[in-house]
């Protein structure tokens, strides 16, 4: 096992509450740290802090990064991978003038039913590799587009080759051959198809919206999948305002996912509980949609992670400096505040408590930016800023000559 040192950071983001004096003009949580060194083995940070305070010959190899700026992986809680096909028609009618609703999940379903399990993995494996590249070391994945038994349940043992975060999306919409008896397709989801795919999940989400599932529905599948011994969390609010944020708040749900429309009450309901606001831009982008105010949940004391919503209908994005760019410039967050989001605040999203920071005993997943300071992810939009990426004690990724 190698003990590496990284040095020369000029920056490092430690998300660290223990930091005792970030550095100051930076938003507190992120724990920065100038001028510093961060040591890790395959499986954990050993050190970090202030490159003058680094034991002597603690390392067996140091690689000296060169005045650049360092930070933990991005936690991407929220994305739907295991399809085939894709919808860019649908996205170009869009940009033309039509409005997003729920129903384009079917043209995805029929494509995806007709989908090899190998077919399957390997659109999830391109995906995994492209977030990895931009920086995302943990990424969790939603079935939804099989929406039968026998497809939701291999959806599931496909996503299940790559992440761990594998969450249970039988609840998607309805699908076509259910339309006139959607009462049925709930039961169906809560009993049969639930025993089918819990040994292979470990989330159970529900997508409680306009076109998609009512609260009572919502609630009958979460409680159910409850019982069977899984986690849930919830897609609420992306179209319009519902009783979905404040259900999962009543679960103990580890997160509610869009929240773009949201009431006063949903938002102290969200502020005296441990549920997360995860705020998915990529989804408002790309369907032109108006964006969730950061603010009300910031300012009401919300812990609020960003992730990228990579689907092909509404956000086929896997990039989270992307999100953290636009949660900047358009939906009022600092570059502080959405870099917290996209590693921390996706963490707790998975109520993880071993990745998303680099506190000693941390997982060393880590990236290296090519530029000296992580403001310019929102400063340099659309500028492939992630130099490397180390996982497991180890280079996963780099663009470095
Ligand atoms: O998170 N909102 C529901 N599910 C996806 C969209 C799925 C689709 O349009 O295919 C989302 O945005
Ligand atoms: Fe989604």
């Not at 032109?288 to 992730?307: H, I, N, S």
């Not at 005993?361 to 310019?376: C, F, I, K, Q």
């Amino acid at each position: 096992m190698t003990i590496t040192a990284l040095t020369g950071i000029s920056q490092l983001v430690t998300n660290d509450p223990g930091v005792e004096t970030p550095a100051a003009g930076h938003h507190a949580p992120l724990g920065v740290i100038t001028d510093a060194a961060v040591v890790f083995d395959d499986t954990r940070v050993l050190w970090r802090g202030p490159e003058r305070e680094l034991p002597e010959g603690f390392a067996d190899a140091v690689v000296d990064v060169g005045g650049r700026s360092v930070m933990p992986g991005f936690v991407d809680s929220h994305a739907h991978l295991a399809f085939a096909g894709d919808r860019a028609d649908e996205f170009a009618a869009r940009m033309a003038g039509q409005s997003y609703s729920a129903g384009g999940i079917r043209s995805t379903v029929a494509n995806t039913r007709a989908a090899s399990d190998e077919q399957l993995a390997a659109n999830v494996r391109r995906l995994r590799d492209e977030a990895l590249a931009q920086g995302t070391t943990t990424l969790e994945s939603k079935s939804g587009y099989g929406l039968s038994v026998l497809d939701e349940r291999r959806s599931l043992e496909v996503i299940g080759r790559f992440t761990a975060e594998s969450t249970f999306l039988g609840a998607h919409v309805v699908p076509p051959e259910f339309a006139d008896r959607p009462d049925d397709y709930v039961s169906l989801v809560a009993g049969e198809m639930l025993d089918a795919c819990a040994p292979h999940a470990k989330w159970i989400d529900v997508f409680c919206d306009r076109g998609a599932f009512d609260v009572d529905a919502a609630r009958t599948i979460l409680t159910a999948g409850i019982a069977a011994g899984l986690a849930p969390r919830i897609h609420a609010g992306q179209l319009e305002q519902g009783g979905g944020i404040q259900l999962a708040v009543e679960l103990g749900a580890a997160s509610a996912d869009h929240v773009t429309y949201a009431s006063d009450a949903d938002i102290e309901a969200l502020a005296s509980s441990s549920t997360v606001a995860t705020l998915l831009p990529g989804a408002e982008f790309s369907t032109r949609a108006r964006y969730p105010d950061a603010r009300r949940f910031l300012d009401a004391g919300v812990t609020v992670a960003l992730a990228a919503d990579c689907n092909p209908g509404s956000s086929y994005t896997t990039s989270i400096p992307f999100c953290i760019a636009v949660a900047v410039r358009d939906m009022l967050m600092t570059p502080g505040e959405a870099v917290w989001a996209a590693t921390a605040g996706g963490a707790a999203a998975l109520r993880r408590t071993d990745v998303g920071s680099l506190r000693v005993g941390a997982a060393p997943d880590l990236l290296v930016l090519d530029a000296p300071s992580y403001l310019h992810l929102a400063y340099r939009p659309g500028v492939p800023l992630v130099r490397s990426v180390w996982r497991g004690g180890a280079v996963v990724s780099s663009r470095a000559s």
